[in-house]
C-alpha cells in the first residue's frame, strides 16, 4: 500500500510543529519560516503539504477536533445523562493536565473573526458536531426542548474552557458537576 502525503513524516512534523508552537503562542504570532525553521524541512515541502498558512490551520483545527471527537467515542457507553456527564467531564480533565492556554477552537476563532473562513468553518463543524452529540443524548433522555438545553451546555463548556484559563483550574470539575446537575435536574 503507497503512503499517502497526510501520511508522510515531514507533515506530521509540520502539524505537530504548528499544533505546539500555535497553542503555546497565537496563531497569527508563529509565521511559516519559524515552522519550518523548527521542523527542519525545506519551504518546498512545506507548500507541497499546506499550501498556505490557512490550510494548515484547518489542518490543526480539524486534528484537533478528530482527536475529542476520538476522545468522546472511546467513553464507556452510559445512559444518556451519565453520557453527558462524561462528556463535560473531559473539560475537567483538559484544563488540570497543565499548560491550559484556553480552547484551542475558541483561541481560533477569536483569530479569525470572518465567519466565512476556512479556519471558523472547521471550528463550526467542530461546534456543531458538539451541539448535535449532546441535543441527541439530551433527546433520548427525555429533555422537553434538547435543542436548547444543548445550547446552554456549549455556552457553559465555552465558559469553562476559559475561565480555566483565566481563573483557578482546579475548580474547574466541581463547576461542570455543578453545571450538569443543574442543567439536567431543571425539568
Given at each position: 500500500?503507497?503512503?499517502?502525503?497526510?501520511?508522510?513524516?515531514a507533515r506530521r512534523r509540520l502539524l505537530d510543529t504548528a499544533t505546539r508552537l500555535f497553542y503555546?503562542?497565537?496563531?497569527?504570532?508563529?509565521?511559516?519560516?519559524?515552522?519550518?525553521?523548527?521542523?527542519?524541512?525545506?519551504?518546498?515541502?512545506?507548500?507541497?503539504?499546506?499550501?498556505?498558512?490557512d490550510e494548515l490551520v484547518v489542518a490543526y483545527i480539524e486534528e484537533q477536533d478528530r482527536l475529542?471527537?476520538?476522545?468522546?467515542?472511546?467513553?464507556?457507553?452510559?445512559?444518556?445523562?451519565?453520557?453527558i456527564a462524561a462528556i463535560m467531564g473531559r473539560i475537567s480533565e483538559a484544563v488540570v493536565a497543565?499548560?491550559?492556554?484556553?480552547?484551542?477552537?475558541?483561541?481560533?476563532?477569536?483569530?479569525?473573526?470572518?465567519?466565512?473562513?476556512?479556519?471558523?468553518?472547521?471550528?463550526?463543524?467542530?461546534?456543531?458536531?458538539?451541539?448535535?452529540?449532546?441535543?441527541?443524548?439530551?433527546?433520548?433522555?427525555?429533555?422537553?426542548?434538547?435543542?436548547?438545553?444543548?445550547?446552554?451546555?456549549?455556552?457553559?463548556?465555552?465558559?469553562?474552557?476559559?475561565?480555566?484559563?483565566?481563573?483557578?483550574?482546579?475548580?474547574?470539575?466541581?463547576?461542570?458537576?455543578?453545571?450538569?446537575?443543574?442543567?439536567?435536574?431543571?425539568?
Open positions: 500500500m503507497r503512503s499517502r502525503p497526510e501520511d508522510s513524516p503555546e503562542g497565537a496563531i497569527h504570532a508563529v509565521g511559516i519560516d519559524r515552522i519550518i525553521a523548527e521542523t527542519g524541512v525545506a519551504k518546498a515541502t512545506f507548500y507541497k503539504h499546506f499550501p498556505s498558512k475529542g471527537r476520538a476522545a468522546t467515542a472511546a467513553l464507556p457507553k452510559q445512559p444518556p445523562r451519565e453520557m497543565g499548560g491550559w492556554r484556553g480552547c484551542p477552537f475558541l483561541n481560533a476563532a477569536a483569530e479569525y473573526p470572518d465567519p466565512t473562513s476556512p479556519v471558523r468553518h472547521a471550528v463550526n463543524a467542530r461546534r456543531s458536531w458538539y451541539h448535535d452529540s449532546l441535543r441527541d443524548l439530551l433527546a433520548a433522555d427525555g429533555d422537553p426542548v434538547p435543542s436548547v438545553t444543548a445550547s446552554l451546555l456549549v455556552a457553559v463548556s465555552d465558559g469553562l474552557l476559559e475561565s480555566a484559563y483565566l481563573d483557578d483550574p482546579e475548580s474547574v470539575p466541581a463547576l461542570v458537576r455543578e453545571a450538569v446537575a443543574r442543567l439536567l435536574d431543571r425539568r
